[in-house]
């Protein structure tokens, strides 16, 4: 992945920065529809989303001024301490595991909270929207491969969530998202495409499969292969960076 450039001060070099994003944003575009054109119907819609973990505010504004549309955020104290600074026309996305006690920061300033896992932050969700005056769109969180370090609810325990969540008149169902392990097979792409249409048969008022959220820099087009119509992309975009998992 392209580096930023350094200067002999030790500082990066913005305009190189910034080059590095608009190279990798091309490439990654050009990888999503040839993945669809091998994979998909050449309508099909899917949604590049651009990662923002420890990225600066002005690469996050430059990569939304080059076409990207949507931000995801994992972590609520970083996004709210880098808010006020983005480009406001790219939607928010909250991607990172939620706890109950951080739904109150952002229920008026994220459009979807992609990483609902349990009843009891559906609730939370529920009575604060409803407190708030707004409704909020939702994607169930699955850990699709049952791996103890990752949110998520456990796919055989799916059904329960969806009916229990639909009774909420404050939130709004509209799809799923996973990550699959690193390094698995298609089947676990395969076997999370199965759950999406499945549940989408099911048909139960007031959830609607619109989103299958699934694909990261390493593994997007295998998820677009299976399914997915929005990919979430960090890595691939801005670079690798140093930080540690928490």
């Known amino acids: 992945m ?10 990066t070099d913005p305009q190189n920065e910034f080059g590095n994003v608009l190279e990798n944003y091309k490439r990654i575009i050009y990888n999503v529809e ?3 054109a091998k994979y998909r119907s050449a309508d099909d819609d899917v949604s590049i989303m651009a990662v923002t973990k420890t990225v600066a505010p002005e690469k996050i504004n430059f ?31 909250m991607i990172g595991r939620l706890q109950t006690n951080k739904v109150k920061y952002i229920i008026n300033e994220v459009a979807m909270i992609q990483s ?3 009843i009891k932050l559906a609730k939370e969700i529920n009575r604060l929207a409803v407190k708030n005056d707004r409704v909020m769109d939702v994607l169930l ?22 009916y229990e969540a639909a009774q909420l008149e404050n939130v709004r169902i509209k799809g799923l998202m996973a990550i699959p392990p690193v390094g ?5 792409f395969d076997k999370m495409h199965s759950i999406f249409l499945r549940v989408k048969e099911m048909a139960v008022p007031g959830v609607s499969m619109e ?9 997007y087009e295998l998820a677009i292969k299976h399914g ?8 691939a975009l801005f670079g690798a960076r140093n930080y540690l998992e928490g």
């Open 34 to 36: 040839n993945a669809k």
């Open 63 to 93: 990569a939304i001024s080059q076409g990207i549309t949507l931000l995801g955020e994992n972590r609520v104290q970083e996004y709210l301490s880098k808010k006020d600074q983005y480009d406001k026309t790219a939607q928010v996305h």
């Open 211 to 219: 989103t299958l959220s699934m694909g990261m820099s390493g593994d």
């Open 116 to 118: 609902v896992d349990s």
């Open 2 to 11: 392209c580096q930023s450039a350094v200067k002999p001060n030790g500082t």
């Open 184 to 188: 698995c097979g298609e089947d676990m």
């Open 228 to 235: 997915s119509n929005l990919v979430r992309i960090g890595t």
């Open 141 to 162: 969180e699955i850990n699709i491969g049952d791996e103890a370090s990752k949110s998520g609810v456990a796919a055989e325990g799916l059904d329960e969530l969806i």
